[in-house]
């Protein structure tokens, strides 16, 4: 036989339900602030504290946006970066500089000429005739000065204004070859022996000290160093020609 259920026995209170509603938003909560401490990692801070400076910083920005954006002056990068002074240093650099200029280059078309000295001027030849009231010796002296610094030789003319040969060999000594064969390799200087000048035959004795009976001219060719080289007194004069006399000459030049 059924009992009837008393009216009054207490059923399972709804309360319960209630409390469990409002439970839900808060796990929802704790679960979406567990997943963003797990991403963000841990803070030392609580999450009610992080969340009003996030909220404090927005208000700031907005309020003033200068102070929020860094601006290019403060920038790190652009005060560090190198890129500009190694520009510098390359339109500073002097390779441009010191390229050597195309006469600078080396090779032989650039090079300059050695330079050669010059010819001596040609000695003076004296004119025909023996000039009977010269210093012979002085003479002789200035032409061996010259001859030690220009090489040449000397030649000594004794002879005499009435000598024949002696006229003979002046009119080949002023042709133009054997003035120029003079000239280049001699220092020529005639002495007068057909007067009464003592000195000047002391100077034939000293130059041709063979002795005997001189035959006119008498040529003697003496180095710079005042050595005899040779005297026509022992050999015998050439033949008083152009072609003898410059071939004499041309013989004792060096």
Known sequence: MLRPVRADRRTTSPRSAAPLGRRLPLVAAAVVAAGLTAAC???SEPAGSAAAATAGQSAQALSDPQSATPTAETSPTASASPTASASASASASPTASRAPSGSASSGGGSAKPARTSAAP???????????????AQK?????LRAAKADGRMVLLDFGANWCGNCKAADKVFAQSQTAGILGASYHLVKVDIGGNSSANSALLRKYSPSGGTYTMPVLVVVSP??????????TGNPSLTADGINAFLRKWAS
Do not use: E, M
């Open 121 to 135: 001027a040609p000695a003076k030849v004296p004119g025909p005739g023996y000039d009977s009231s010269a210093d």
């Open 225 to 234: 160093s005042g050595t005899v080289r040779t005297d026509t007194h022992v």
């Open 139 to 143: 003479q002789i002296d200035a032409a």
């Open 41 to 43: 990692g841990p803070s």
